[in-house]
């Protein structure tokens, strides 16, 4: 597997280093996100809380553990 940088301008990749490729091969390209896209803390937080990703840890079946688990307790 090789990977390397390159820039798309809209019609085609230009790649940042020469390569040497001589067969067809499958690719995975990747588009970075600009600067500035980048998603907050506090956005994040609030996908988390509003979201359904974590209720399933109200279900008291996913309650597996006690304090009798405990090697320590603080």
């Known amino acids: 597997m090789l990977s390397v940088k390159a820039i798309y301008d809209g019609k085609e990749l230009k790649f940042m280093e020469k390569i ?6 499958a690719v ?3 588009f970075l996100d600009e600067p500035g896209d980048d998603i907050t803390s506090e956005a ?3 996908i988390a809380m509003e979201g359904e ?3 399933f ?6 309650d597996i553990y006690s304090d ?6 603080y």
């Not at 009798?68 to 307790?73: C, I, M, S, T, Y």
């Open 53 to 55: 990703a974590f209720t």
């Open 57 to 62: 840890l109200q279900n008291p079946e996913e």
């Open 20 to 25: 040497k490729i001589d067969s067809p091969h």
């Open 68 to 73: 009798n688990d405990l090697k320590v307790k």
């Open 28 to 30: 995975i390209v990747t």
């Open 44 to 46: 994040m937080q609030h």
